[in-house]
């Protein structure tokens, strides 16, 4: 071990390599069989009816909006603690992001903040299973099915978690996954979005590909936003080994929380006894009051000692500048094309207590016993050192 841990790390195995060179010999690098496969074992996997592979995640969360029938200036909620193209890809869309609050102990979307960002123009609620936690999906279904809204399940960070037994992706209308390299299982770049209404998923297959029915028609706004078969031939493999992945998280995760329980200013999260986490991350609250540094302080700190931590996310979507500022097409569109006054000046309390003091520790399968030892001396060492500043 030369005393660096990473946070997160692909992991390859010799079916993917397989895989790999079936398509580099076969020389049939477009969407075919292997994203064919990939699709069915997914849609199995999380239990729909469909699942529809595009070139990452963003691109599933713009293509579900187009497909459930997003028009300009149409709002979505979504939580101001996630990740920028939980937003970006509404605005991608033409349509306008509405900030909720946070669960103070879940940091998914609160959905009694929902009354509040209800309006004429609400189309969709957006819920983001963050760290790998379910958000609360009975309650915002409720709400959902109450004011005739769709629920788009953000569960980039999610693979294989599930909520009161159902897997993420099957709960709401569409569910939209991320492969990007960090994540739970990888395709290098790759994004699908699961639904069970067979209209809409004839809609993102359409939509994938050049709004094209046919060879020769464009029948609508389309995009070039297939999977290649290099990263279906990945990602058919990494399903197979996805719940042996998340187990390894979990157990990981459990010794890390175990090991570092007695820190009085690292704090981990809740975890709710209906769910499966899927432990994206092992997330911990720093009580930045009780260290006097403030979450970044100790990511640095931890980094220079070579512990690897995630620290996200550092600023409140409604203070990006994308938002902020409503640079949309450069132009204020599609804020422009909604009746309602979007201005960002938010401060959210939950969102604000929270913002810029989380972090995650290496938790990725592929730790070694050296290294996850390491993980706990160094928090233990760095315990001791900020404790007597
Ligand atoms: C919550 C969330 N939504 C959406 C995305 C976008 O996925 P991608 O990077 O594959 O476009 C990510 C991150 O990667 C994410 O973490």
Same mark, same amino acid.
């Given at each position: 071990?030369?005393?660096?841990?990473?946070?997160?790390?692909?992991?390859?195995?010799?079916?993917?390599?397989?895989?790999?060179?079936?398509?580099?010999?076969?020389?049939?690098?477009?969407?075919?069989?292997?994203? =064919?496969?990939?699709?069915?074992?997914?849609?199995?996997?999380?239990?729909?009816?469909?699942?529809?592979?595009?070139?990452?995640?963003?691109?599933?969360?713009?293509?579900?909006?187009?497909?459930?029938?997003?028009?300009? @200036?149409?709002?979505?909620?979504?939580?101001?603690?996630?990740?920028?193209?939980?937003?970006?890809?509404?605005?991608?869309?033409? @349509?306008?992001?509405?900030?909720?609050?946070?669960?103070?102990?879940?940091?998914?979307?609160?959905?009694?903040?929902? =009354?509040?960002?209800?309006?004429?123009?609400?189309?969709?609620? !957006?819920?983001?299973?963050?760290?790998?936690?379910?958000? =609360?999906?009975?309650?915002?279904?409720?709400?959902?099915?109450?004011?005739?809204?769709?629920?788009?399940?953000?569960?980039?960070?999610?693979?294989?978690?599930?909520?009161?037994?159902?897997?993420?992706?099957?709960?709401?209308?569409?569910?939209?996954?991320?492969?990007?390299?960090?994540?739970?299982?990888?395709?290098?770049?790759?994004?699908?979005?699961?639904?069970?209404?067979?209209?809409?998923?004839?809609?993102?297959? !359409?939509?994938?590909?050049?709004?094209?029915?046919?060879?020769?028609?464009?029948?609508?706004?389309?995009?070039?936003?297939? !999977?290649?078969?290099?990263?279906?031939?990945?990602?058919?493999?990494?399903?197979?080994?996805?719940?042996?992945?998340?187990?390894?998280?979990?157990?990981?995760?459990?010794?890390?929380?175990?090991?570092?329980?007695?820190?009085?200013?690292?704090?981990?999260?809740?975890?709710?006894?209906?769910?499966?986490?899927?432990?994206?991350?092992?997330?911990?609250?720093?009580?930045?009051?009780?260290?006097? !540094?403030?979450?970044?302080?100790?990511?640095?700190?931890?980094? =220079?000692?070579?512990?690897?931590?995630?620290?996200?996310?550092?600023?409140?979507?409604?203070?990006?500048?994308?938002?902020?500022?409503?640079? @949309?097409?450069?132009?204020?569109?599609?804020?422009?094309?909604?009746?309602?006054?979007?201005?960002?000046?938010?401060?959210?309390?939950?969102?604000?207590?929270?913002?810029?003091?989380?972090?995650?520790?290496?938790?990725?399968?592929?730790?070694?016993?050296?290294?996850?030892?390491?993980?706990?001396?160094?928090?233990?060492?760095?315990?001791?050192?900020?404790?007597?500043?």
């Amino acid at each position: 071990m030369d005393d660096h841990v990473d946070v997160a790390e692909p992991i390859i195995g010799d079916e993917e390599r397989e895989n790999l060179r079936n398509v580099l010999d076969s020389g049939r690098f477009l969407q075919g069989e292997f994203v =064919e496969e990939f699709e069915k074992k997914w849609a199995n996997y999380v239990g729909t009816k469909n699942a529809v592979a595009v070139t990452n995640g963003t691109a599933a969360i713009q293509l579900s909006l187009k497909a459930l029938g997003l028009e300009p @200036g149409d709002e979505v909620i979504v939580p101001s603690l996630t990740f920028g193209s939980t937003a970006t890809a509404v605005v991608h869309q033409a @349509g306008v992001p509405v900030f909720a609050d946070i669960d103070r102990e879940l940091y998914t979307l609160d959905h009694t903040d929902l =009354e509040r960002c209800l309006s004429d123009e609400t189309f969709a609620i !957006m819920p983001v299973h963050l760290y790998g936690h379910p958000a =609360e999906m009975d309650e915002i279904r409720a709400f959902a099915d109450e004011h005739d809204l769709y629920v788009i399940e953000d569960a980039a960070q999610a693979h294989g978690a599930s909520y009161k037994n159902d897997i993420v992706g099957s709960i709401g209308d569409v569910g939209c996954f991320s492969f990007y390299a960090t994540k739970n299982i990888t395709t290098g770049e790759g994004g699908i979005v699961t639904t069970d209404n067979d209209a809409v998923a004839e809609q993102l297959r !359409m939509l994938r590909s050049h709004g094209m029915a046919n060879r020769d028609q464009h029948v609508t706004l389309g995009y070039n936003y297939r !999977m290649s078969e290099l990263n279906g031939a990945i990602g058919t493999a990494q399903i197979d080994r996805l719940n042996r992945f998340n187990e390894r998280r979990k157990e990981i995760s459990g010794r890390l929380l175990d090991a570092l329980d007695d820190l009085n200013w690292l704090q981990p999260a809740t975890v709710r006894d209906y769910v499966e986490h899927a432990y994206f991350w092992a997330p911990f609250e720093v009580q930045t009051e009780k260290i006097g !540094m403030s979450g970044k302080e100790v990511w640095e700190n931890l980094r =220079e000692q070579g512990v690897e931590t995630r620290h996200r996310y550092n600023d409140p979507l409604y203070d990006q500048p994308v938002f902020a500022r409503h640079r @949309g097409f450069n132009s204020d569109f599609p804020w422009s094309a909604n009746p309602n006054d979007h201005d960002y000046d938010l401060s959210l309390p939950n969102v604000e207590a929270v913002v810029g003091s989380m972090i995650g520790l290496p938790n990725h399968p592929n730790l070694t016993e050296e290294e996850i030892q390491y993980v706990i001396e160094t928090v233990r060492e760095f315990d001791t050192v900020a404790q007597v500043r």
